[in-house]
C-alpha cells in the first residue's frame, strides 16, 4: 500500500501526472507527519491519508509548504534516526508497534514533496495525493 504524488489539471483525477519517486508507505516516516496532515486537514480540509485523495490547489499549497517547512526545521533537529509509534499490535499480545525513522531519508522525503509543491504552483496545477 501506497500513497503517490501527481499533479491534477484542476481537479481532473483522470489527468494525474505521477511525480516519480515520492511517495508514503504505512511507516514510520508517514506516522511521524501524520500530527502535520491532520493540522492541514483543520486547516484546508484536504487529508493525506493513506487510502484516501486529497488535493491542494491554490492557497492550500502554501499552506502545506508552510506546514511541511516547520516539519522539515523539526526533523533537522533530531538525532540520525528515532522510533516511531505506527500503530498497536492486539494480537497474540497487545503492544505498540515503532518503525526506525532516518532523519535524512525523512528530510529528502519532506524535500520532495516540497518541490512537487513549488512545480505545481509555478504550472499552476493541483498537487494531489492518492492513496490505495
Do not use: C
Not at 491532520?38 to 484536504?46: K, N, S
Not at 528530510?107 to 492518492?130: K, M, P, Y
Amino acid at each position: 500500500m501506497s500513497l503517490v504524488l501527481g499533479y491534477l489539471a484542476g481537479f481532473d483525477w483522470k489527468s494525474i501526472e505521477y511525480v516519480p519517486d515520492i511517495y508514503f508507505e504505512d511507516d514510520g516516516y508517514y506516522w511521524h507527519l501524520h500530527d502535520v496532515f491532520a493540522e492541514l486537514h483543520r486547516a484546508t480540509g484536504q487529508y493525506i491519508d493513506l487510502y484516501g485523495t486529497a488535493a491542494f490547489a491554490d492557497t492550500q499549497i502554501e499552506t502545506l509548504q508552510s506546514a511541511l517547512l516547520d516539519a522539515r526545521n523539526a526533523a533537522i533537529q533530531q538525532p540520525d534516526s528515532w522510533d516511531v509509534h505506527v500503530g498497536n499490535q492486539t494480537h497474540p499480545v497487545k503492544q505498540p508497534l515503532y518503525r526506525t525513522v532516518n532523519r535524512d531519508t525523512l528530510v529528502s522525503l519532506i524535500n520532495g514533496v516540497l518541490d512537487a509543491a513549488t512545480i505545481a504552483r509555478e504550472r499552476d496545477l493541483t498537487l494531489a495525493f492518492w492513496g490505495d
